[in-house]
């Protein structure tokens, strides 16, 4: 896509991609993400140079699976599009070499402008909160968002209010009704099935309930989630489905434990 289809001939691109500077985001092992522009646009660069046997054993024996470089992020953009569920917009990819172990591959995908992620919009809710309306719509769309992918067979494994963006293109007035698009990005680790397992859904509801945990929500906002998720009336939603929650609940506090020991040491 442009402007990469008309600057880096395919013979070039990842001679091209070695070159590129700007800021970097994020450096890991055999991971770079870095904010670029070109041509006064901007855009990100995913770029994997092959995990290593080492990672792959590690991840194996973890009853993991591995992620060996950027395809998994390309074919998950390339399906929430076909849904019609809002992500980056992909505009270069590549890959070459057979051995998983140290294949390279990168994508190219263009800056959400005018957008915030959920987890920067809730900070002040707590002192500051949103009109009903607003926090109602808005963890309905959220819920409604969950239940989308995961129908699809799709799992985040990074499900948390960082990792959504609303929109503000037009505005941002938190009296009102939230009419924002809603996009989930950072999708490097996402997997897709024909059937989503309830474990990875209970692994992705768990994470987003963590990041909520200190935003002010009510049991109400809740109840809300767990009715639009399921798409089923407030009773059968949880009536139907407690071991589902109280499995999200266990989730959530796994995870609230783990970052209180990694804080203390």
């Known amino acids: 896509m442009p402007p990469f289809d008309t600057l880096w001939p395919d013979s070039e691109a990842f001679d091209r991609i070695q070159g590129i500077t700007g800021e970097i985001v994020k450096a890991k092992d055999n991971r770079r993400v870095v904010r670029f522009e070109v041509n006064g646009e901007v855009f990100f660069l995913k770029h994997h140079r092959g995990v290593g046997y080492r990672e792959i054993l590690k991840n194996l024996l973890r009853f993991k699976r591995p992620v060996l470089g950027a395809r998994g992020e390309w074919t998950a953009i390339q399906r929430l599009d076909e849904l019609g569920l ?77 990792h959504i963006l609303l929109d503000v293109g037009a505005g ?17 680790r996402m997997q897709i099935r024909a059937r989503l397992p309830q474990r990875w859904r209970v692994k992705d509801i768990g994470s987003l309930y963590f990041s909520t945990l200190d935003i002010g929500l009510n049991e109400r906002d809740l109840i809300r989630f767990a009715r639009g998720y399921f798409a089923q009336p407030v009773d059968v939603s949880i009536r139907d489905n407690r071991s589902f929650w109280r499995a999200v609940a266990a989730r959530c506090k796994w995870l609230a434990h783990r970052q209180a020991r990694n804080l203390a040491t």
């Not at 992909?90 to 294949?103: H, K, S, T």
């Not at 009296?175 to 999708?187: A, E, F, S």
């Open 172 to 188: 941002l007035d938190q009296t009102k009704p939230c009419t924002g698009m809603l996009y989930l990005v950072d999708l490097h």
């Open 86 to 162: 809002r992500t980056t917009t992909l505009v270069a990819y590549g890959e070459r070499g057979f051995n998983p172990a140290n294949r390279e591959s990168f994508t190219i995908t263009r800056e959400l402008r005018d957008t915030i992620t959920l987890e920067k919009l809730c900070q002040t809710w707590p002192d500051s909160p949103p009109a009903y309306v607003f926090r109602k719509t808005l963890i309905e769309r959220v819920a409604q968002l969950a239940r989308a992918f995961h129908t699809q067979g799709m799992n985040h494994r990074d499900f948390y209010l960082c």
